[in-house]
């Protein structure tokens, strides 16, 4: 969680919260950022092809 959390540039709280499972709603520019650590785009990670159009810059 750590390497992730610095790599995404984030908090490592956030990271746990999203894993444990206690933030219900993460924002889309913060999967976007854990995304691209990963080397995917949000489409991917989330395997969900209709976020191929979404803009992260609108956020």
């Not at 790599?7 to 490592?12: C, D, E, I, S």
């Not at 999967?31 to 991917?44: C, D, P, Q, W, Y």
């Given at each position: ?5 610095t790599l995404a540039?984030l908090k490592q ?47």
């Amino acid at each position: 969680m750590n390497k992730l959390a610095t790599l995404a540039g984030l908090k490592q709280s956030t990271i746990d919260n999203i894993l444990r499972g206690t933030s219900k709603n993460p924002k889309v520019h913060t999967l976007h950022k854990i995304a691209n650590v990963f080397g995917m785009t949000l489409s991917e990670f989330l395997d969900f092809p209709e976020l191929n159009d979404y803009s992260i810059e609108d956020e």
